[in-house]
């Protein structure tokens, strides 16, 4: 046994093979490709030593090794695969679109699964296929080669998040095909205007980062994206992609910048907010009409308008919550609820004033003769409003009849007390008497009046003061029921001022009701209808 453990036949083969390195250098270069020249001869030091010679002899080389160690010997991976300096490296540009994963409009950011596929040729990858066992195509790791420095112009993630690190598939005639598996965020400037019914176009800019055209010529590498491994997004609808090749100048440096960019046409799909943003909208909108449609004098119309005012300012909060914060668009739906909340306000405010119609007293003056004509004429035979419910106008006629009632009782008690007085007297006049059917009758009545001898003189005198007594009496009565009858009158006046002015109120109130209703059927049209299908 030797001083390293090693039997006197392996020392003496280590030995030998040791010899042979030192006259043959490079024999094991099938073996292992080092990186460096001292590298490698500590390797192979190492590899001696710790291995003996028959192991040595024995193990055969896999050929995609022995390739690999040929195509990588020498090889710079910081240095552009090309022999002359003035020759640019075309990098063909390629998108697999799998996924849509968001859209984030209110940061404006759009996330997508996207498979990169990159290619270009190399010309120090090259071999014969008949010298490797026809091996045509060979997987090496990414970072033993040359890599394009191609990134997202747009990007709005850290460039640090890097990308997987696959393997780059790489042929006999230097051709390298390297597909990328990654989740890019890209920045996106979100057009809200016809939002929930918007299109949105983003685009995803590649380009080398720091090699001119002259040293790195990017391009598209199909006329058309990849869309066989899609998945369907529910929010959006992929219309297209497309791609596009462009060269730029950049104020650094005098040499252009190709790029290629894909545009991705997105549509929104608007069941979700019909459901959840248009209907309430429009429900809400019909709560406004409903405010003229309420009675006056139930007393809720105004608390009817403020609560529907409030409904919407809540409603209109929480759909700018998803919007960006840009005053560059206005949204469809925020000029919707505007326009609504508008009509809200003003709906109060002229529910005030169909109020103040309602409730206008006898204090107020008469309806005046134009606001009679006009409104309690055609517009309301137009309007359908019914007529029957008036107040009579033959106010004549209630107050003939109330007029000959008093005027009869008032005959009849003047007349009672007349006979009274003459009887008293003496002497019993022609009495009137007016029957149940307002026919007078005369009766002629005499009395004997025996007069004492002591009341001779008193008794004529004691008549005069009676029939003045009752005559004042009859004045009296007369008085009042003059007032009573003019109070009545008054009463009949007032009312029929009050209920004029309610029917103003009332064919107000059902002119709003059009015109809103005219107003939130055209807005909720050409807003919500229209205009989107003519954008």
């Not at 270009?120 to 990414?142: G, H």
């Not at 003003?346 to 006009?374: E, K």
């Not at 009042?480 to 029917?503: T, V």
Request: charged content about 20%; some cysteine.
């Amino acid at each position: 046994m030797g001083p390293w453990g090693f039997t006197e036949k392996q020392l003496s083969g280590n030995v030998k093979i040791v010899i042979l390195l030192m006259l043959m250098p490079g024999r094991l270069a099938d073996l292992l490709k080092p990186d460096s020249i001292s590298e490698g001869a500590f390797y192979n030091v190492t590899y001696v030593i710790s291995h003996n010679a028959d192991d040595v002899t024995s193990r055969p080389v896999p050929d995609e090794q022995r390739l690999m160690n040929h195509i990588l010997r020498g090889y710079e991976k910081a240095v552009r695969p090309v022999q002359n300096a003035s020759t640019a490296v075309i990098v063909k540009m390629g998108l697999t679109l799998t996924q849509i994963f968001d859209m984030d409009e209110k940061n404006q950011v759009l996330v997508t699964n996207v498979w990169l596929d990159q290619e270009w040729d190399d010309e120090f990858l090259k071999w014969d296929p008949l010298q490797f066992s026809n091996v045509t195509k060979i997987r090496i790791p990414c970072h033993k080669i040359w890599l394009p420095d191609i990134v997202l112009y747009n990007n709005a993630a850290e460039y640090t998040d890097g990308v997987m690190l696959a393997n780059a598939m790489v042929e006999h005639n230097g051709n390298v095909f390297w597909p990328i598996p990654t989740k890019l965020q890209s920045s996106c400037k979100v057009d809200v205007t016809y939002f929930p019914f918007d299109d949105q176009i983003c685009k995803m800019k590649f380009g080398s980062w720091t090699y001119d055209g002259f040293q790195v010529d990017i391009t598209n590498r199909s006329q058309e994206v990849d869309l066989s491994n899609y998945v369907v997004n529910g929010e959006w609808v992929l219309i297209s992609v497309r791609v596009q090749r462009n060269v730029v100048y950049y104020t650094c440096c005098p040499e252009s910048f190709p790029d290629v960019t894909f545009f991705i046409h997105i549509r929104r799909r608007t069941l979700y907010y019909m459901y959840n943003v248009i209907f309430p909208c429009i429900m809400m909108s019909a709560l406004t009409l409903l405010v003229f449609c309420l009675p006056p004098d139930s007393g809720e119309k105004i608390a009817l308008g403020i609560t529907v005012l409030l409904a919407f300012s809540v409603f209109m909060l929480a759909v700018a919550e998803n919007l960006p914060e840009t005053s560059e668009f206005v949204p469809l739906i925020s000029i919707y609820l505007t326009i609504v909340m508008s009509l809200t306000s003003v709906s109060v405010i002229m529910t005030v004033f169909v109020l103040n119609l309602h409730h206008r007293g006898p204090s107020r003056n008469a309806v005046p003769a134009w606001i009679r004509g006009i409104l309690l004429g055609p517009i309301q035979s137009i309007l359908c409003v019914g007529k029957n419910d008036r107040i009579p106008t033959g106010r004549q006629g209630s107050r003939f009849l109330r007029t000959m009632s008093l005027r009869a009782t008032l005959e009849n008690i003047a007349q009672e007390l007349q006979n009274e007085a003459q009887l008293e007297n003496g002497v019993m006049a022609d009495t009137i008497v007016t029957d149940g059917q307002g026919t007078t009758l005369h009766n002629e009545t005499r009395c004997d009046v025996r007069l004492l001898p002591n009341d001779n003189h008193q008794r004529p005198r004691r008549g005069i003061q009676v029939k003045n007594l009752h005559t004042k009496s009859h004045e009296e009565i007369v008085r009042n029921l003059q007032s009573i009858l003019d109070k009545h009158e008054k009463e009949d006046r007032d009312y029929e001022i009050i209920q004029e002015w309610r029917k103003v109120a009332q064919v107000v109130d059902r002119i709003l009701f059009w015109i809103f209703l005219f107003g939130t059927l055209s807005s909720t049209l050409i807003i919500l209808v229209i205009t989107p299908a003519v954008k």
